[in-house]
């Protein structure tokens, strides 16, 4: 079974860094799209950003746009989301995802496999 592990998440005040880790056991992960995504307390899971099979197209949300990038290294099974000039509204539990497909998407449902998570909380 393909497992997905997150790291990176922890406590940072307004204005600071964090580079969130998405490491997938399987032999397919350089073939599918990954994604991250983020659910806040009382609110539905968003879409933050996502990257195609070749780290090659990427896509992001109004909300992180130009404070967050996505990569990933194909080699190593891994993908990244660095966020910069982080803000409290990012507190939330952040979500990687295995697409469907090699293409990226913005749709949770386009994404069959998840993490567990890792907490970003963000004070002020």
């Known amino acids: 079974q393909v497992q997905r592990v997150e790291s990176g998440g922890g406590l940072v005040q307004a204005g600071g860094s964090l580079r969130l880790s998405c490491a997938a056991s399987?032999?397919?992960?350089?073939?599918?799209?990954m994604g991250w995504f983020r659910q806040a307390p009382g609110k539905e899971r968003e879409f933050v950003a996502t990257?195609?099979?070749?780290?090659?197209?990427?896509a992001y949300s109004d909300s992180v746009k130009g404070r967050s990038t996505i990569s990933r290294d194909n080699a190593k099974n891994t993908v990244y989301l660095q966020m910069n000039s982080l803000k409290p509204e990012d507190t939330a539990v952040y979500y990687c995802?295995?697409?469907?497909?090699?293409?990226?998407?913005?749709?949770?449902?386009?994404?069959?496999?998840w993490g567990q998570g890792t907490q970003v909380t963000v004070s002020s």
């Open positions: 995802a295995e697409g469907l497909s090699a293409y990226g998407s913005r749709v949770p449902t386009d994404f069959g496999s």
């Open positions: 399987g032999r397919t992960f350089s073939l599918h799209a």
């Open positions: 990257i195609n099979w070749t780290g090659g197209r990427t």
